[in-house]
């Protein structure tokens, strides 16, 4: 009898530390941004008002789903409630559902049309079980999803009061977008966005994202559902699926809501900082890759409160400052204002530099200097050479000295 017990308690005292061992190295290998911070994002995150309110849409492709989607699944929409994902054909990854925005076109479209070469050999390859992210043709296929899409997403999501759309490789700063739209009125017909351009078109740029109300889906589809089938041939004579959604918006008395620089196309190392958006907060990066997704995730974890928009001063003094040296070799910082003539050597580019006041940077390359008077980290040269680039940082420390910190919001 005493054995017995002896051995039920040697047998408790292995599980208990067993247990203990397992919660120690939880919070061992959990990385320390996130085991600090993790409590005061929720704290964000629930004091918002209404979330469920605001459903996103991302968009990807087949050939690229499995390379863009699965950082979002343990970044982006652990904090968004409401969410839709669509691509070019119906698949799971995981246990998240891709949906098919490009189902409801004809079948004389899916079967027979040149457009939708590609569709038909992405749904033969994922019916045999393989991988289809080799195949070519994904941007053509793109721009047949805008509308279909948010037609799909008014419908499965018929109460929201916000659409918000970005492509797989964009990031979204959900506190900040929360915040703004917040002090909107999504009763009133808006359609949101950085404005572009294409014959005399003013439409969003899709890639950069873009915003649609609920009083802005019932002045459109409310009135006509059949918009997206009506403007399939609109579509065809396009490059751009985000150019013919403006063009139906506009169609439909939406007029654009410019909103650059909230909403931006680029990634922080190519941002041109300068004191006209250094205040804005922003909502968007694009062009992201899966790694600078998840550096853009831990430092929003960190720097993200109710109670203050991150802007553009912060994403510089995190991701571009620190990193701002005299030169850099095989580095080019994208300084794209021509000097006008040649010079023989960096000293010279950069004594140009010098002798222009408004001058923060400039590139050297093969006896052609470029200033320009924003500030851009940008990145190493993607050919190895003579490149090289250098910043004035005293002129850029006097530039944040007067900027920072930022006193109001602009943009």
């Not at 989607?69 to 799971?92: C, G, K, R, V, W």
Request: net charge negative.
């Amino acid at each position: 009898m005493a054995s017995n017990h002896r051995c039920q308690r040697v047998g408790l005292f292995l599980v208990v530390l067993t247990l203990v061992s397992m919660l120690f190295w939880r919070f061992k290998e959990e990385s320390p941004i996130s085991f600090l911070h993790r409590g005061a994002y929720q704290h964000i995150r629930l004091n918002t008002k209404h979330p469920e309110d605001v459903v996103l849409i991302i968009k990807t492709g087949a050939t690229e789903a499995f390379r863009t989607m699965p950082i979002h699944f343990i970044t982006t929409i652990t904090h968004t409630p409401n969410f839709l994902l669509f691509s070019d054909a119906e698949q799971y990854i995981g246990k998240y559902l891709l949906r098919d925005s490009l189902i409801r076109y004809s079948r004389e479209d899916k079967e027979e049309s040149k457009d939708f070469r590609l569709y038909r050999e992405v749904q033969e390859f994922l019916e045999l079980g393989q991988d289809p992210s080799h195949l070519e043709g994904g941007w053509e296929l793109d721009k047949f999803k805008n509308l279909q899409m948010l037609k799909m997403s008014w419908e499965l999501r018929p109460d929201a009061k916000w659409y918000v759309f970005i492509d797989a490789d964009s990031y979204i700063f959900w506190a900040n977008l929360l915040r703004w739209l917040g002090e909107l009125d999504h009763e009133k017909p808006m359609y949101i966005g950085s404005p572009a351009y294409l014959s005399d078109q003013e439409f969003a740029h899709g890639g950069t994202g873009y915003i649609i109300s609920q009083g802005a889906v019932q002045q459109t589809l409310g009135r006509d559902p059949d918009i997206p089938s009506k403007y399939t041939e609109d579509i065809r004579g396009s490059c751009c699926g985000d150019h013919i959604l403006g063009r139906a918006m506009a169609d439909h008395g939406v007029k654009l809501t410019k909103s650059w620089p909230r909403m931006n196309g680029e990634p922080p190392y190519s941002i041109e900082f300068r004191e006209d958006q250094w205040c804005s907060p922003i909502m968007t990066c694009h062009h992201m890759s899966a790694v600078e997704i998840q550096e853009m995730w831990n430092f929003e974890r960190v720097n993200a409160t109710k109670d203050k928009y991150i802007r553009y001063e912060d994403l510089y003094q995190h991701f571009v400052h620190p990193h701002l040296r005299p030169s850099r070799e095989n580095w080019d910082n994208l300084s794209g204002d021509p000097l006008g003539h040649d010079v023989d050597s960096f000293d010279a580019c950069r004594e140009a530099c010098a002798d222009k006041d408004d001058c923060m940077q400039y590139k050297f390359e093969r006896n052609k200097c470029w200033l320009d008077s924003s500030i851009s980290l940008g990145q190493k040269a993607i050919l190895d050479g003579d490149q090289r680039s250098g910043w004035n940082l005293e002129r850029i420390q006097t530039f944040r000295e007067r900027m920072s910190p930022c006193r109001q919001i602009t943009g």
